[in-house]
């Protein structure tokens, strides 16, 4: 396990994101593996969703003290997604190696 590793699961996981993107021009067949794969590979690794819906929720209530943050909400809450699934990611590959 090395930096090689920790991008090439950014890569596959910007892929699967983008296979989420309505307006985002791709392949129907390769749009439809990319989702199925994101969906099982949410299922199997069970990335912390109680973190997820716990930071998306701080997320919320801030920017709803704040109204100048609310256009950036989705992102913010797609990027701290993405985070807790790579340091999950990290956490399986650790104990895999254990």
Known sequence: MDY??????????????QSLIKDKHMDSKIRSKLQDR??????????????????????DDFASENT???SAIKTTQTMIFIVIK?????????????
């Not at 994101?38 to 997320?59: E, Y």
């Open 68 to 70: 100048s943050c609310v």
């Open 38 to 59: 994101f969906v099982s590979r949410v299922i199997k690794d069970n990335p912390q969703m109680g973190l997820v819906d716990f930071m998306n929720a701080t997320i």
């Open 4 to 17: 090689d590793w920790l991008e090439k699961q950014a890569v596959l996981l910007d892929a699967e994101l």
């Open 86 to 98: 790579l340091f999950s990611n990290l956490y399986n590959q650790i104990n895999k190696l254990v």
